[in-house]
């Protein structure tokens, strides 16, 4: 069989083991000794599954307790300054607390230090901690992580591949924290580190290293070309006889083919699923010492892989190259798809049919290994037995009455612009909406959840295992929401939340209720941290059967005078969060969402709530990496999200929320989303982010920075809020300004909830009084 190559697997375990430790350290539940255990034997399991499951070329130090870049800026001794009074309070061979403290900010024993910046990983659903640099920024070898997890997996008899996320992608990764320099300069004084790792690695016996350089198929400029040969031959020679593979993902190459397949390196991996059509030109430029690592099993979506396909594909290169010089994996790390079908029971959730068409992390180990005996030829029983399952998995997702529904079909294509377009324009609806809720310049609002406690959780999970009735699960839910409105009132919040208690997830908690979807018991995908999402399956055509929030909204409106907003997710963000069909372009499949959500949309204002948000922190994460394809894509990202919002009264109030987005080249699309009212995530950027509303082009509708940063327990003063508002009044004009957190508070606990919020109502009468 060919060389089978794994990139990176899934870190939090099966059933989420490692969030669950990691949280239970943070809460002093667990000692370091049982976290590290914990981490460990996750580790050890998921290379023997590697192992069984045929994987030549299996990785390691693609695990993190956190985020693989916060790893990489231990690593090279990147921390912060402001992060150095906490190193003498600090201990551990991994500096773990330190690690952990950057990531989620620390407060105690007199130290008050935020966390770092978190944002998303290329265009997925991951978060990474940005790395900061200074001008003077130096770098040192400062763990040995790779090194360890390296020979941990030596002991256990296993040759694995160290993974790096390499010098330029790591650089071109941060932000430059002062003026005067361009941080990819720094890769000067970065580079002998990596040349360090590298021969660490060397002497410790690593027959190949994995180095991930994604910005090869991303538009970099000249400058950053230019350095592309300089760092691999220095790489290369400090790899001695180890050989290195050069690692792209979630795009083709393009403009920079010729430079990727003139790398001095062993092997080059390329994505053929994001980049499908890119086969044929680099197969015509590959030198004659270059292996290539063909992605032909997808990283990021849950789909059987079609393997009839995927041959052809491997044939060509084999064909071109020979079988020794052709390896078979997956287009990138597993890490983006959950981890084992197996697990998954539930046939109403996941009916059989629906299952057949899927393949997780585990799953996809297998088809790399059938792919890579397919393709050499030598072809067992099983094996063919397999390859026949697969086509016949592949034909019946092609006519399955489960998926093909020709009534939506047809309401899709007949969308107009009338559809697309509110009536009046926005400074008519202001006056409207004034006139209707009265509201004060820096309104007060929250962005939806309130704290899902451990009872909250508990409630759920009893109620689906029978344990209580779904009168009793209503009536705490209804107890727990009265309670936050009288809480929201006492605080004297202008517009209010129903606290989301109902919902497992933003987008799940749709999905269970959209025809169309499919949904897992144990299909965690890391998000940041120890936060795991659940996305659901997107397999056939979306529409709404019956009300999905109608009725919590209305009972939350119910008991209280101030307006109570609708909560809602945006087409995009249910797109983006979900996995979706592969089997119709993405555009359609949001259409189709966002019809779906206008039918709720209207029923919610027939049930008189009159502001409703539509979240859609995903549009900007959607974004296609390369330049060339993002117009089309804000396109119909936005038409998709008016589509869901126009059809309705002046004096409803449209709100959306984005979480962490740079909207700097995507701020005239924003506006275009025409929301009367958008709340974005602000606070750790110190309201920079907001420079982007308020440059040539100025953002014509409400805006609601956020004022505190929601990820971390730290509770902000009311002084720092009052701050925070009156740099954002310097930027945008105080009667588009409202005043609300950064994102949900779902995360939260209560005491530092209410605190949070009680300073944060203060601030805003400051504001209002100046
Ligand atoms: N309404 C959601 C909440 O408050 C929004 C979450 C998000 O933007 N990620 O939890
Ligand atoms: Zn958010």
Redesign the pocket.
């Known amino acids: 069989m060919l060389t089978t190559n794994n990139l990176g697997y899934p870190r939090v375990g099966p059933f989420r083991e490692l969030k669950k430790a990691n949280e239970a350290y943070w809460a002093k539940k667990i000692t370091k000794e049982e976290l590290l255990n914990t981490a460990k034997s996750i580790r050890e399991a998921n290379w023997k599954l590697q192992k069984e499951n045929g994987i030549a070329l299996i990785p390691s130090n693609d695990f993190s307790f956190y985020d693989q870049v916060l790893d990489l800026t231990l690593t090279v001794g990147a921390v912060p300054a402001r992060y150095e009074s906490l190193l003498d309070k600090i201990d551990g061979e991994y500096n773990l607390d330190l690690y952990f403290a950057l990531a989620r900010g620390f407060q105690a024993e007199g130290v008050d230090v935020t966390a770092m910046e978190m944002t998303k990983w290329f265009d997925t659903n991951y978060h990474y901690m940005v790395p900061e640099f200074t001008k003077d920024q130096t770098f040192e070898l400062t763990s040995e992580k790779f090194l360890n997890e390296y020979n941990e997996a030596k002991a256990l008899g296993l040759d694995t591949k160290p993974v790096l996320i390499g010098p330029i992608t790591y650089l071109l990764l941060g932000k430059e924290k002062e003026a005067g320099f361009e941080r990819i300069d720094l890769i000067d004084r970065l580079l002998p580190v990596y040349e360090e790792i590298v021969s660490k690695l060397a002497a410790a016996g690593a027959q190949f290293i994995q180095i991930d350089e994604p910005y090869l198929a991303l538009d970099i400029d000249e400058k950053v070309k230019a350095l592309y040969k300089t760092v691999f031959e220095k790489l290369n020679a400090a790899a001695g006889d180890t050989k290195l593979i050069a690692t792209t993902y979630f795009e083709a190459l393009k403009d920079n083919e010729d430079l990727a397949l003139n790398l001095p390196v062993h092997a080059l991996h390329i994505d053929l699923v994001r980049g499908e059509d890119q086969l044929d030109t680099i197969l015509a430029k590959v030198p004659a010492s270059l292996t290539l690592s063909l992605g032909v099993v997808e990283g990021r979506n849950i789909w059987k892989n079609d393997y009839e396909k995927s041959l052809a594909k491997i044939k060509q290169a084999v064909d071109a190259l020979g079988k020794d010089r052709v390896w078979v994996g997956p287009s990138s790390s597993l890490l983006h798809v959950p981890f084992d079908l197996d697990n998954e029971k539930n046939e109403e959730s996941l009916p059989a049919e629906v299952k057949n068409w899927l393949a997780f992390a585990k799953q996809k180990l297998a088809e790399v290994k059938d792919l890579a005996v397919l393709a050499d030829g030598e072809v067992d029983a099983a094996t063919t037995a397999r390859y026949e399952a697969n086509k016949e998995a592949a034909e019946s997702r092609r006519t399955s009455p489960l998926i093909h529904k020709p009534d939506v079909k047809s309401r899709v294509s007949n969308i107009t612009d009338a559809d697309a377009t509110r009536t009046s324009v926005f400074a008519k609806r202001k006056e409207a909406q004034k006139a209707k809720f009265g509201l004060p310049d820096f309104a007060t609002t929250?962005?939806?959840?309130f704290p899902q406690t451990k009872d909250v959780r508990k409630w759920r999970a009893d109620l689906k295992k029978g344990v209580i009735t779904q009168e009793e699960y209503d009536k705490a839910i209804a107890e727990e929401t009265e309670n936050t409105i009288r809480l929201q009132e006492q605080l004297d919040i202008d517009v209010l939340?129903h606290g989301?208690f109902e919902?497992n997830d933003?987008v799940e908690y749709f999905g269970e209720q959209l025809a169309g979807y499919a949904f897992t018991q144990y299909g965690w995908v890391q998000s940041y941290g120890s936060r795991c999402v659940k996305p659901p399956i997107i397999y056939g055509d979306v529409y709404r059967p019956q009300d999905m929030t109608v009725r919590w909204s209305s009972y939350a409106q119910s008991l209280t005078d101030r307006p109570v907003k609708g909560?809602l997710?945006g087409p995009v963000?249910i797109l983006q969060w979900s996995f979706v069909r592969n089997d119709q372009p993405r555009s359609t499949t949001t259409y189709q969402i966002a019809l779906a959500i206008l039918d709720e949309v209207q029923a919610l204002e027939k049930a008189g709530i009159k502001i409703i948000?539509i979240?859609e922190?995903a549009i900007r994460e959607g974004l296609p990496l390369r330049k060339a394809d993002q117009k089309d894509y804000l396109n119909w990202a936005v038409r998709s999200f008016r589509v869901s919002s126009s059809n309705v009264d002046d004096d409803t109030q449209i709100h959306t929320?984005?979480?962490y987005s740079e909207f700097n080249n995507v701020i005239e699309d924003i506006a275009a989303m025409d929301a009367d009212v958008i709340t974005i995530?602000t606070s750790r950027s110190q309201m920079k982010l907001l420079n982007a509303f308020a440059g040539d082009f100025k953002y014509p509708n409400d805006i609601g920075p956020g004022v505190y940063d929601i990820h971390s327990p730290r509770v902000p003063s009311k002084d720092e809020m009052v701050d925070l508002l009156r740099k954002a009044k310097a930027v945008v004009p105080a009667e588009q300004l409202w005043v609300n957190p950064d994102?949900?508070?779902?995360t939260r606990a209560w005491p530092e909830t209410k605190a949070a919020l009680e300073s944060m109502v203060e601030a805003a009468k400051i504001l209002r009084a100046e």
């Not at 929250?446 to 959840?449: E, K, L, P, W």
């Not at 994102?743 to 779902?746: A, H, I, Q, R, W």
């Open positions: 929250t962005i939806g959840s939340v989301e919902r933003m909560m997710t963000t948000q979240d922190p929320h984005m979480c995530e994102c949900g508070l779902k």
